[in-house]
T-cell receptor, first 116, second 113 residues
Framework: ETGVTQSPTHLIKTRGQQVTLRCSSQSGHNTVSWYQQALGQGPQFIFQYYREEENGRGNFPPRFSGLQFPNYSSELNVNALELDDSALYLC???????????????FGEGSRLTVL | GENVEQHPSTLSVQEGDSAVIKCTYSDSASNYFPWYKQELGKRPQLIIDIRSNVGEKKDQRIAVTLNKTAKHFSLHITETQPEDSAVYFC????????????FGTGTQLKVEL
């Protein structure tokens, strides 16, 4: 069974740039969630994708956007980067139906983004 | 929306002692409460979870209790070992929110020899 993998593991960008982070979900999982974890804080929900549709969004501006592909892998895109976007971005996959009982989230190792 | 508060922020115990971490939540519709352990530079990993139809759950040295009336839940670790040292996060999930979890701010547990 393949776990959740994310790329890149580390990256450095400057203010105003755009970034794309990628996630491959665990085998058999159809739901992908993205979380932002600032240093010393708990993860904060950005959004979730189920069967290629956004299925829930947290308090993040529209410059945070995403995609889910037919193979359930996912991308997180952030435009017009700001210094406060510096964080660990975690992808988590799970199985289940939209609106059904929540299942265990399996997290990837994360992508650490530094914005200078 | 849901708000989860967690305390203490840091906890230091002697090896073999017990550790207790407490969380409160605000949304009475929340029905799933997982606990994650995150070691430095690693991914969060689920260590135990509880659903709202159960008051207590135990897995070896780890137990979680839930008080729905008071809207709080706690993690109990007995016979702590150095490898238990990590940051622990509680989280809450409300119905209708997909798989959205609201996390606490974390507890840095240090088990000293």
């Amino acid at each position: 069974e393949t776990g959740v993998t994310q790329s890149p593991t580390h990256l450095i960008k400057t203010r105003g740039q755009q970034v794309t982070l990628r996630c491959s979900s665990q085998s058999g999982h159809n739901t992908v969630s993205w979380y932002q974890q600032a240093l010393g804080q708990g993860p904060q929900f950005i959004f979730q994708y189920y069967r290629e549709e956004e299925n829930g969004r947290g308090n993040f501006p529209p410059r945070f956007s995403g995609l889910q592909f037919p193979n359930y892998s996912s991308e997180l895109n952030v435009n017009a980067l700001e210094l406060d976007d510096s964080a660990l971005y975690l992808c988590a996959s799970s199985s289940g139906l939209a609106g059904g009982p929540v299942g265990e989230l399996f997290f990837g190792e994360g992508s650490r983004l530094t914005v200078l | 929306g849901e708000n989860v508060e967690q305390h203490p922020s840091t906890l230091s115990v002697q090896e073999g002692d017990s550790a207790v971490i407490k969380c409160t939540y605000s949304d009475s519709a929340s029905n799933y409460f997982p606990w994650y352990k995150q070691e430095l530079g690693k991914r969060p990993q689920l260590i135990i979870d509880i659903r709202s139809n159960v008051g207590e759950k135990k897995d070896q040295r780890i137990a979680v209790t839930l008080n729905k009336t008071a809207k709080h839940f706690s993690l109990h670790i007995t016979e702590t070992q150095p490898e238990d040292s990590a940051v622990y996060f509680c989280a809450a999930h409300a119905t209708g929110g997909g798989n959205k979890l609201t996390f606490g701010t974390g507890t840095q547990l240090k088990v000293e020899l």
